[in-house]
């Protein structure tokens, strides 16, 4: 069997689309999506919880995303989790979790609905994949 890293996101962009290029001229683009879970706690109170998820894109649909996302869009995400570590300095690393996303779709929340009940229905697209992040960072695994 073979693993599977793969997530699908369908949320509110959290903050403006930032573009930058990378030290070879490709497209980069990161931006926020919020998430919300919903649930009924066991005293029967309904409850939100808000997630937030760093998107970064590349090539063609970081140049889509740049152009048309903007706060509080509604949207579909798809794409894949990398970890990335930078040294902070004094013998200190950081890490951070993104979604690397081949797929970006605006919804609106007729649209939204519409992709539940095919996720219910088990109704799932082709997309290609996109080449993998190693090939883009440079030496210092930057964009």
């Keep these: 069997m073979r693993n599977i890293n793969k997530v699908i996101l369908v949320g509110n962009v959290s903050h403006d689309p ?29 409850k939100a919880v808000t ?13 889509r995303c740049a152009e048309t996302l903007k706060k509080g869009k509604l949207v579909y995400i798809e794409g894949y989790l990398k970890t990335r570590s930078f040294d902070l300095g004094e013998g200190k690393r950081s890490f951070r979790t993104e979604i690397v996303a081949y797929n970006m779709i605006i919804l609106s929340k007729r649209e939204a609905a519409l992709m539940e009940a095919d996720q219910e229905h088990g109704t799932d ?19």
Aim: negative net charge; charged residues 20%.
């Design 51 to 63: 997630e937030f998820h760093n998107v970064v894109t590349f090539g063609g649909i970081a140049k």
């Design 18 to 46: 930032q573009m930058k290029e990378t030290t070879g001229g490709q497209p980069v683009t990161t931006f926020g999506v919020a998430t919300h879970r919903y649930f009924t706690t066991k005293a029967g109170e309904n």
């Design 125 to 143: 697209a082709s997309v290609e994949e996109p080449p993998a992040i190693e090939e883009i960072l440079d030496d210092n695994n930057t964009f």
